[in-house]
């Protein structure tokens, strides 16, 4: 259980970086601020539209069945 609140607490903060990432992002790849801006909102509307399926999913079947793995793996073992 433990393994899953730090996998859920670092994909949260990975997602919520992006305005600290932005610029080097830009740097790195030479993108277009529009475009990089565009496909990031795109990542978190279809989180958004996704989150309550998946929440009924794992309330279902648990979230050992959807977690990657790895992390699985881990938590089989506690």
Do not use: C
């Given at each position: 259980?433990?393994?899953a609140f730090v996998t859920m607490?670092?994909?949260v903060n990975?997602?919520?970086?992006?305005?600290l990432?932005?610029?080097?992002?830009l740097d790195e790849f030479g993108w277009d601020r529009g475009v990089t801006a565009?496909?990031?909102?795109?990542?978190?509307?279809v989180?958004?539209?996704?989150s309550p399926?998946?929440?009924?999913?794992?309330?279902h079947r648990g979230p050992r069945v959807h977690e990657p793995p790895r992390s699985r793996a881990r938590t089989?073992?506690?």
């Open positions: 259980m433990a393994v607490g670092v994909g990975a997602r919520t970086a992006f305005s990432l932005f610029p080097p992002i565009g496909a990031f909102s795109f990542g978190f509307l989180s958004a539209i996704l399926f998946i929440g009924r999913l794992m309330d089989d073992r506690a």
